[in-house]
């Protein structure tokens, strides 16, 4: 690869960007979610009255910042928001600021939301979370250490960039090859039928208004897509380590066309945007929108053009024939070819057998294939550090500062082998016992993990959804009922589907998951009930609407339906068309009041009660006087509105430092 210092800083803008939305995302729900009245109280977790004076305490257990939160006389919900808060300053600095984009910065951000991270619970337990973790980990040994040092200023671009950079597209290469395998190693029919995004667009947590639409191509084009989806996943990362840059090209742009209709499609919040971001890796500082037009640019074409006759045949044949091979594998894969009426038949023409066959084989030779890479970009940076270094201390400097890097990279590399090889049970029996044993070590800290999206595709036979109803009387009264509404998920049916990425509405999509199973393994969602039943103000915040504002219901109840879009059908001649229709299934949990002493009960053997309040702190320092009156100002606004609001000041602060500094 080329010179990477503006990929570098672009990714680290993204990065910057994404954290940024993370954490405004998760302040606004924190005290609905995690605080004492909330629906998983985050002191459950943590020990409050204990302190911790050691670096030894703080790292037992789950290593978090909130340990340290009674030493400065914050309770767990004020540590929380003061970390939250210190995300977004740090992060929105990082955003609008070059400079701030370093090593300091990138590893206060992670150690913030890691720690924020350990007490999240099952609202903060999602697969985007965990490679924010991982990702953010990567991000502070790719950010620069930004100290000056022997005359050198601010941009450096460091012999070891190439190094840091490899361990992204590394950590790219095993997200989307797992996510491919997994779809085909669960058994799920849908994926094995080419059906899955019949039922997908309908069926996923939260969809847009244009999934809808999606929803309604012919079912050979929506075949054809998860054909396209397999082969982006599962072959396509394997040209993320080609050495020609075209193909390179090619494949950054496969994932990017991948991710932008998912972004179209589905609210997957910051997700999309931190999987590009990972893309950038797989550029240099020569692609169009990193290069500037320089003076002796004329020249340089002129030297490149004698070189063209030499080599420009080369590089045009090799990705002919390597896209030519892999188009025709395809083709004999998927069995595609076109019908009369210009549609195109696909259908799997391989076994599970075989496939798994294929896996084991193939398994060994993706590690083969980081390992030989990751030994080349080593070398290519040791002679950089040696070529375009002046002067023997400066070389020793650029030469160790590799050596470590290169160290670090083997580290990750070797103990990201175990949970890459999760996928295949015989490369993972094969891997050395150290590295299980590394990886151990430093699992609870999250750098690195396994992945598998949209591994069993669910609501085949209709999307299941929750109705949360209260009543202000009478349990067993058939009229009266009246409906929660929530802010993003389906409920009403006239209802427009939302656009809220890159803002995470936790609670909608716990929903989604609870509906999947039942309440009894979703104790959370009988503390939602009886926080309903309170009338509980934080908690009420994460609801769009309350039915009952004046005093609260005497019984909830929730009923399972199921729901489908409406179809092209349903809307001919109809002047205003519904998006959803839906049918009752069953009863999701029978109505239920405060004074049911069982349901009470309940609560308190799953914690989420306490008989004695706990003991609180005072909370009269500075420090949490100032994180409170931030919480009185901001509260929980919407979402998607917050953090658009906060996008548009860093842009309007960026716009300003141009204009004034240009």
Not at 360 to 381: C, D, N, R
Not at 489 to 510: C, F, T
């Given at each position: 690869?080329?010179?990477?210092?503006?990929?570098?800083?672009?990714?680290?803008?993204?990065?910057?960007?994404?954290?940024?939305?993370?954490?405004?995302?998760l302040?606004?729900?924190?005290?609905?979610?995690?605080?004492?009245?909330?629906?998983?109280?985050?002191?459950?977790?943590?020990?409050?009255?204990?302190?911790?004076?050691?670096?030894?305490?703080?790292?037992?257990?789950?290593?978090?910042?909130?340990?340290?939160?009674?030493?400065?006389?914050?309770?767990?919900?004020?540590?929380?928001?003061?970390?939250?808060?210190?995300?977004?300053?740090?992060?929105?600095?990082?955003?609008?600021?070059?400079?701030?984009?370093?090593?300091?910065?990138?590893?206060?951000?992670?150690?913030?939301?890691?720690?924020?991270?350990?007490?999240?619970?099952?609202?903060?337990?999602?697969?985007?979370?965990?490679?924010?973790?991982?990702?953010?980990?990567?991000?502070?040994?790719?950010?620069?250490f930004?100290?000056?040092?022997?005359?050198?200023?601010?941009?450096?671009?460091?012999?070891?960039?190439?190094?840091t950079?490899?361990?992204?597209?590394?950590?790219?290469?095993?997200l989307?090859?797992?996510?491919?395998?997994?779809?085909?190693?669960?058994?799920?029919?849908t994926?094995?039928?080419?059906t899955?995004?019949?039922?997908?667009?309908?069926?996923?947590?939260?969809?847009?208004?244009?999934?809808?639409?999606?929803?309604?191509?012919?079912?050979?084009?929506?075949?054809?897509?998860?054909?396209?989806?397999?082969?982006?996943?599962?072959p396509?990362?394997?040209?993320?380590?080609?050495?020609?840059?075209?193909?390179?090209?090619?494949?950054?742009?496969?994932?990017?066309?991948?991710?932008i209709?998912?972004i179209?499609?589905?609210?997957?919040?910051?997700?999309?945007?931190?999987?590009?971001?990972?893309?950038?890796a797989?550029l240099?500082?020569?692609?169009?929108?990193?290069?500037?037009?320089?003076?002796?640019?004329?020249?340089?074409?002129?030297?490149?053009?004698?070189?063209?006759?030499?080599?420009?045949?080369?590089?045009?044949?090799?990705?002919?024939?390597?896209?030519?091979?892999?188009?025709?594998?395809?083709?004999?894969?998927?069995?595609?070819?076109?019908?009369?009426?210009?549609?195109?038949?696909?259908?799997?023409?391989?076994?599970?057998?075989?496939?798994?066959?294929?896996?084991?084989?193939?398994?060994?030779?993706?590690i083969?294939?980081?390992?030989?890479?990751?030994?080349?970009?080593?070398?290519?940076?040791?002679?950089?550090?040696?070529?375009?270094?002046?002067?023997?201390?400066?070389?020793?400097?650029?030469?160790?500062?590799?050596?470590f890097?290169?160290?670090?990279a083997?580290?990750?590399?070797?103990?990201?082998?175990v949970?890459?090889?999760?996928?295949?049970?015989?490369?993972?029996?094969?891997?050395?016992?150290?590295?299980?044993?590394?990886?151990?070590?430093?699992?609870?800290f999250?750098?690195?993990?396994?992945?598998?999206?949209?591994?069993?595709?669910?609501?085949?036979?209709?999307?299941?959804?929750?109705?949360?109803?209260?009543h202000?009387?009478?349990r067993?009264?058939?009229?009266?009922?009246?409906?929660?509404?929530?802010?993003?998920?389906?409920?009403?049916?006239?209802?427009?589907?939302?656009?809220?990425?890159?803002?995470?509405?936790?609670?909608?999509?716990?929903?989604?998951?609870?509906?999947?199973?039942?309440?009894?393994?979703?104790?959370?969602?009988?503390?939602?009930?009886?926080?309903?039943?309170?009338?509980q103000?934080?908690?009420l915040d994460?609801?769009?609407?309350?039915?009952?504002?004046?005093?609260?219901?005497?019984?909830i109840?929730?009923?399972?339906?199921?729901?489908?879009?409406?179809?092209?059908?349903?809307?001919?001649?109809?002047?205003?068309?519904s998006?959803?229709?839906?049918?009752?299934?069953?009863?999701?949990?029978?109505?239920?009041?405060?004074?049911?002493?069982?349901?009470?009960?309940?609560?308190?053997?799953?914690?989420?009660?306490q008989?004695?309040?706990?003991?609180?702190?005072?909370l009269?320092?500075?420090?949490?006087r100032?994180?409170?009156?931030?919480?009185?100002?901001?509260?929980q606004?919407?979402?998607?509105?917050?953090?658009?609001?906060?996008?548009?000041?860093?842009?309007?602060?960026?716009?300003?430092?141009?204009?004034?500094?240009?």
């Amino acid at each position: 690869m080329g010179e990477i210092t503006r990929t570098k800083d672009c990714f680290l803008w993204f990065m910057s960007l994404i954290y940024l939305f993370a954490f405004s995302s998760l302040y606004i729900q924190i005290p609905g979610l995690y605080g004492d009245n909330g629906l998983l109280p985050a002191r459950l977790v943590m020990k409050e009255d204990e302190k911790s004076n050691s670096w030894q305490q703080l790292m037992e257990g789950s290593p978090t910042l909130l340990k340290l939160m009674p030493n400065i006389g914050l309770d767990t919900q004020t540590g929380m928001d003061l970390l939250c808060l210190a995300g977004m300053l740090v992060s929105f600095f990082c955003v609008v600021s070059q400079t701030a984009r370093d090593f300091i910065s990138f590893t206060l951000l992670w150690m913030f939301y890691l720690s924020l991270y350990q007490v999240g619970q099952t609202f903060l337990w999602f697969q985007w979370d965990i490679l924010l973790l991982e990702a953010g980990f990567l991000t502070l040994l790719v950010a620069p250490f930004n100290l000056q040092l022997l005359g050198r200023r601010w941009p450096v671009g460091y012999p070891h960039d190439g190094i840091t950079l490899w361990l992204v597209r590394w950590l790219l290469f095993r997200l989307m090859f797992a996510s491919g395998v997994v779809k085909l190693t669960s058994q799920c029919p849908t994926w094995w039928g080419l059906t899955a995004l019949t039922v997908h667009f309908e069926s996923q947590c939260i969809p847009t208004p244009a999934a809808w639409y999606w929803h309604q191509l012919p079912e050979w084009f929506l075949k054809l897509s998860c054909v396209a989806t397999y082969i982006i996943e599962i072959p396509i990362p394997f040209l993320f380590f080609s050495p020609v840059k075209s193909l390179r090209l090619f494949a950054f742009w496969s994932q990017v066309l991948l991710q932008i209709s998912i972004i179209l499609t589905g609210n997957y919040n910051f997700f999309n945007l931190l999987t590009i971001t990972l893309c950038l890796a797989l550029l240099d500082d020569s692609c169009s929108f990193f290069s500037h037009t320089h003076k002796g640019s004329s020249k340089k074409k002129k030297k490149s053009l004698a070189w063209a006759g030499v080599s420009g045949l080369a590089t045009l044949i090799f990705p002919l024939v390597v896209l030519g091979y892999m188009g025709y594998k395809s083709k004999e894969y998927f069995s595609l070819k076109f019908n009369p009426d210009w549609t195109v038949h696909s259908k799997i023409a391989f076994s599970e057998s075989s496939f798994m066959e294929w896996l084991e084989k193939v398994m060994p030779y993706t590690i083969y294939l980081g390992a030989g890479s990751l030994g080349i970009e080593v070398l290519l940076s040791l002679i950089r550090s040696v070529m375009t270094e002046r002067g023997i201390i400066r070389k020793s400097l650029s030469t160790a500062g590799t050596v470590f890097f290169a160290l670090m990279a083997t580290f990750m590399f070797i103990i990201s082998l175990v949970p890459h090889s999760y996928v295949d049970t015989s490369a993972y029996r094969s891997l050395p016992k150290y590295a299980k044993s590394w990886h151990s070590k430093v699992d609870p800290f999250q750098i690195t993990s396994s992945y598998g999206l949209f591994r069993v595709m669910t609501g085949v036979g209709g999307r299941p959804e929750i109705v949360v109803e209260g009543h202000a009387s009478e349990r067993s009264a058939v009229d009266g009922w009246k409906p929660y509404d929530f802010f993003y998920k389906p409920g009403n049916v006239s209802w427009a589907p939302p656009i809220v990425a890159p803002h995470q509405p936790r609670l909608d999509w716990q929903m989604w998951f609870a509906a999947l199973g039942n309440y009894q393994n979703n104790p959370w969602f009988l503390n939602l009930v009886y926080r309903l039943l309170q009338n509980q103000p934080d908690v009420l915040d994460l609801i769009s609407s309350n039915p009952f504002p004046d005093r609260p219901p005497k019984y909830i109840r929730a009923t399972l339906y199921h729901y489908h879009y409406t179809s092209l059908k349903d809307c001919s001649g109809v002047e205003k068309c519904s998006w959803w229709k839906r049918e009752i299934k069953a009863e999701y949990l029978p109505a239920l009041s405060i004074t049911d002493q069982s349901f009470v009960d309940y609560l308190k053997h799953a914690q989420l009660l306490q008989e004695k309040k706990p003991k609180k702190l005072k909370l009269d320092n500075i420090v949490a006087r100032i994180v409170k009156w931030f919480r009185e100002k901001i509260g929980q606004p919407e979402g998607f509105s917050f953090i658009v609001s906060i996008l548009a000041s860093a842009i309007l602060v960026i716009m300003l430092n141009r204009a004034l500094f240009r």
